[in-house]
């Protein structure tokens, strides 16, 4: 069996299956483009996405994913049932309990409330072109009327939320963002575009601690690279069960 996909709630979920298993899971938190239903996933449909998830698997890994409501940009429901995903998976895979985390754009959003709230289950951090301030991406997102207008209505959507107190709440968030974690934390920024490199920019200013974190940059044709460097990362935090 390549992979199994079953629901919780109405969110579709996903695991995908190593031939040679090692024991050690990753939880994939997508961005807004994710999804998940009951035969196929983003990260499958993907050509880009399916190499990596065939690397990971070659290199023994376990890898289960959610829908997680679609663009749920950190809601509390999506994190809840992120939980309740590793739960799951935990106790009906043969897995060892501590898991590593990779998360693309908003999904990092939920792997950060993730930490906080998962002490002790989990290993490492990749964060792969991450959100980290719904503040910041709003206040970037505010020069494209358009997009800022698409935004805020998933937001209100995803926090059952009037737009008006949102806006407000969010826009009195922190400047900064302090990601002072007891796992390994590792930033991958591919620099496509200048929307990119902004926010590469952005999350180095904003970042209290980055000195502390491994940041990796690379070209959009270095792409392929990413697998690797997804895997080396991973198995450099493993020896300790």
């Not at 983003?42 to 890994?61: C, D, H, T, V």
């Not at 501590?98 to 754009?105: R, T």
């Not at 926010?199 to 974190?213: A, C, G, Y």
């Given at each position: ?21 090692t ?23 993907n ?25 749920n ?36 959003l ?35 009327k ?6 805020m ?13 949102l ?52 070209l ?9 460097m ?8 493993e020896?300790?069960?």
């Amino acid at each position: 069996m390549e992979n199994r996909n079953f629901q919780m709630d109405t969110e579709w979920n996903i695991i995908h299956y190593p031939e040679k298993p090692t024991g050690f899971g990753i939880l994939i938190i997508g961005d807004e483009r994710h999804f998940v239903d009951e035969n196929k996933c983003f990260w499958s449909q993907n050509e880009g996405k399916l190499a990596i998830i065939n690397q990971l698997k070659e290199s023994g890994y376990t890898i289960f994913s959610s829908n997680l409501y679609g663009r749920n940009w950190g809601s509390e429901n999506a994190v809840e049932l992120a939980q309740r995903l590793y739960q799951h998976v935990i106790r009906s895979e043969i897995l060892n309990n501590k898991v590593h985390i990779l998360a693309e754009g908003m999904g990092a959003l939920i792997a950060i409330k993730l930490v906080e709230k998962m002490k002790g289950t989990l290993r490492s951090l990749i964060l792969l072109n991450p959100i980290l301030s719904l503040k910041y991406h709003l206040e970037q997102e505010k020069e494209h009327k358009f997009f800022y207008k698409k935004v805020m209505k998933e937001l209100t959507v995803a926090y059952q939320r009037e737009q008006e107190l949102l806006e407000r709440d969010i826009f009195n968030m922190e400047e900064r963002v302090t990601l002072e974690f007891d796992v390994p934390v590792k930033i991958i920024h591919v620099l496509s575009g200048g929307k990119a490199y902004n926010q590469s920019k952005l999350i180095q200013q904003m970042v209290k601690n980055i000195d502390t974190i491994e940041t990796s940059y690379i070209l959009p044709e270095k792409k392929q690279q990413l697998g690797r460097m997804f895997i080396k990362f991973f198995k450099s935090h493993e020896s300790v069960l």
